[in-house]
């Protein structure tokens, strides 16, 4: 214990900019001693519990033991590296504020003007000045005279950004640490009254990667139509620093098969530039998936009929649905999904009043049986945009909303598999460059099934697939 805790004073009282070193102090004093109770505990248990393999848990523990001394050997290593900066430096930090540039925290250092405009301009290039995090930390030793000499920042534990002043100006350097990536699969069902969120909680999805994956899901499906029962799977790949510091976590895969909404998946596609717009989840033919999506008809949603074959509830004939029923009272507003042109608004004996509008991709989305209509044919409309009421007219048992789409082609579609308009699409070089990227995909999550199965994390008991890459 006295090992680690003198360790640590010694990363406190050395806020040196050179080397990792900041690291050590804000993450490494964690490994040692949750390691060192880990080990008093497993000890305990092993002596208390398992008497018949003693022998062979107290030579584990021993390993342990050497491998944690190797590690604090080679911090200390690492210190006195860092206590090479001539004595006469002053070591200034500042922490990014809400609203904050570089240049601000730049000002807060007193950095003098000259040297604040050529940090900026030896950073542009590098470092995505305009993605600055809350809370992260610059770092800046100055010489006796006041001048930068080095110029630190490290947007996560493995990945340094530094400028080191030379007869000819800063000089840049990158420094990457050695990570592991890391897949793993997740894979549940949606139960009765709970959200999304608390369910990939409970398939042990880790939190920080819990608002990614529910946005990206939230782009193909439309989830106030999603039921208990229906299924996902989720292929995530995340980034550690020495096998347990987080630095990065994305979605390779997400697949959804709705009862209501249908069957999606959306592969994670990555140009050679890893700062390409185009970088995002896309369909299996190149569709983006950007949550600019329809908005809903309604305010709220009650299925009454899906999309697709059922009886009919007047005549008794099987007969194919082309849209979705919306079960809801006499005068409940209708609002435009997206926003677009009437092309339609009229009347007959089996829609009653309906109301048709055309939108930027050519799709057109419908609304029947309204009890009022408020718009005219031409007119342009907003998303969002109150439209017209529900009712009963033309060929209906009761007030609901019938919702039709046709995509571009004239050609009904489930509404319910309709999130978006006009999504970018993938062509030529980078479709087939998505194509190959498929196939490596639906490779890697044959591999990551066949892993053997771990604990999720280390909040749940949860076992998944997972794999080192
Ligand atoms: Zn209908």
């Not at 950095?111 to 590098?126: F, M, Y």
Request: hydrophobic fraction near 40%; glycine fraction near 10%; include cysteine.
């Amino acid at each position: 214990m006295k090992t680690v805790f003198g360790l640590y004073g010694r990363l406190r009282g050395n806020p040196n900019p050179d080397i990792h070193i900041l690291y050590l102090e804000h993450y490494h004093f964690e490994v040692p001693v949750n390691r060192f109770v880990f080990l008093v505990l497993s000890a305990f248990l092993a002596l208390s519990l398992f008497g018949c393999n003693e022998e062979e848990k107290i030579q584990n523990l021993k390993a342990e033991g050497d491998r944690l001394r190797a590690k604090i050997d080679s911090l200390s290593a690492a210190i006195d590296q860092v206590q090479t900066l001539p004595g006469n430096w002053n070591v200034q930090n500042d922490t990014v504020r809400a609203g904050d540039g570089l240049f601000q925290v730049l000002v807060r250092m007193q950095i003098n003007e000259r040297e604040r405009g050529k940090i900026v301009l030896a950073l542009q290039d590098s470092v995505e000045l305009s993605k600055l995090r809350v809370g992260q930390v610059f770092y800046a030793a100055l010489d006796s005279a006041g001048s930068v000499q080095k110029f630190r920042y490290a947007p996560n534990p493995a990945t340094v950004h530094m400028l080191s002043r030379t007869d000819s100006g800063y000089v840049y350097k990158l420094i990457e640490k050695p990570v592991t990536r890391r897949q793993s699969i997740f894979e549940g069902a949606l139960t009765e009254g709970s959200t999304l969120n608390g369910t990939l909680f409970r398939v042990g999805i880790p939190g920080r990667m819990v608002g990614i994956v529910s946005g990206v899901l939230q782009c193909k499906v439309a989830f106030p139509l999603a039921r208990a029962g229906d299924k996902f799977r989720i292929l995530l790949e995340e980034t550690f620093y020495q096998d347990s510091i987080w630095i990065s976590g994305k979605v390779v895969y997400a697949e959804f098969d709705g009862r209501i909404v249908g069957h999606h998946e959306a592969f994670r596609y990555e140009d050679p530039d890893p700062k390409s717009s185009f970088n995002a989840h896309y369909t299996e033919k190149g569709e983006a998936l950007v949550y600019d999506g329809l908005r809903y008809p309604l305010d709220r949603l009650h299925v009454t009929s899906p999309f697709g074959s059922r009886i009919h509830p007047i005549t008794g004939q099987r007969k194919a649905h082309y849209g979705i029923d919306y079960g809801s009272p006499t005068g409940t507003p209708v609002y435009a999904v997206a926003e677009g042109i009437v092309t339609v608004s009229g009347f007959d004996q089996f829609s009653g009043n309906k109301i048709a509008i055309r939108h930027r991709d050519n799709s057109e989305s419908w609304y029947m049986h309204l009890s009022a209509r408020g718009v005219g044919v031409g007119a342009k409309v907003s998303a969002r945009q109150c439209i017209g009421r529900v009712g009963s007219t033309g060929r209906s048992t009761g007030p609901h909303l019938h919702l039709g789409f046709k995509n571009e082609k004239g050609a009904w579609i489930n509404p319910a598999s309709k999130t978006m308009i006009a999504a970018p699409k993938l062509e030529g070089e980078r479709l087939a460059r998505l194509h190959k990227e498929v196939a490596e995909i639906r490779s890697q999550i044959e591999a990551t099934l066949a892993a053997p199965a771990v604990k999720a994390n280390d909040t749940t008991d949860v076992m998944v697939r997972m794999r080192n890459l």
